[in-house]
T-cell receptor
């Protein structure tokens, strides 16, 4: 039973380019969460999605950031026109759903903006 | 507004002794608490959890204690082993705005000395 998969593991982008981060949840999980971790900080919630629906995007910056979880395929976190402050580790987690369910994390994508 | 706080950024413990990691929270709506362990360049790994209706949960060398009146939880690891060296995140879960949310503390870096 494969765990949560994220790719790429490392991504380097120049300022102004677009970054696309992919997440495939664990088999049987229909809930996906994206978190961002800045250096020396904890994980900050960004967005919560179920298949084809954004449930809660209260942690996501209003501009340049978007997320989707299509019926088929992985969840995508998209950052347009990246800036240096977007450099961070981005983690995806999945759960089968419901209150109290543990979230299982992927290995993360480390984004570096030069 | 830091709803979940881990006030000790780091902790150093001798191998074989007990490690105690602490976590405080402010929001009474949290009803489920989790501990995650994170190695460098990896995603957080779920370790142990506790429901707010309990005050203790034990799993092998790991025990989590919850004191609801003090809004405090702790993770005990005994005996501590070198492989326990990692960053430990406390997380609290609640239904907010129709979705389950996990709020993470800043993490405590545990070092087990041989």
């Amino acid at each position: 039973n494969a765990g949560v998969m994220q790719n790429p593991r490392h991504l380097v982008r120049r300022r102004g380019q677009e970054a696309r981060l992919r997440c495939s949840p664990m088999k049987g999980h229909s809930h996906v969460y994206w978190y961002r971790q800045l250096p020396e900080e904890g994980l900050k919630f960004m967005v919560y999605l179920q298949k084809e629906n954004i449930i809660d995007e209260s942690g996501m910056p209003k501009e340049r950031f978007s997320a989707e979880f299509p019926k088929e395929g992985p969840s995508i976190l998209r950052i347009q026109q990246v800036v240096r402050g977007d450099s961070a580790a981005y983690f995806c987690a999945s759960s089968p759903g419901g209150a109290g369910y543990e979230q299982y994390f992927g290995p993360g994508t480390r984004l570096t903006v030069t | 507004d830091q709803q979940v706080k881990q006030n000790s950024p780091s902790l150093s413990v001798q191998e074989g002794r007990i490690s105690i990691l602490n976590c405080d929270y402010t929001n009474s709506m949290f009803d489920y608490f989790l501990w995650y362990k994170k190695y460098p360049a990896e995603g957080p790994t779920f370790l142990i959890s506790i429901s707010s209706i309990k005050d203790k949960n034990e799993d092998g060398r790991f025990t989590v204690f919850l004191n609801k009146s003090a809004k405090h939880l702790s993770l005990h690891i005994v005996p501590s082993q070198p492989g326990d060296s990692a960053v430990y995140f406390c997380a609290a879960s609640a239904w907010m705005q129709g979705a389950q949310k996990l709020v993470f503390g800043q993490g405590t870096r545990l070092t087990i000395n041989p």
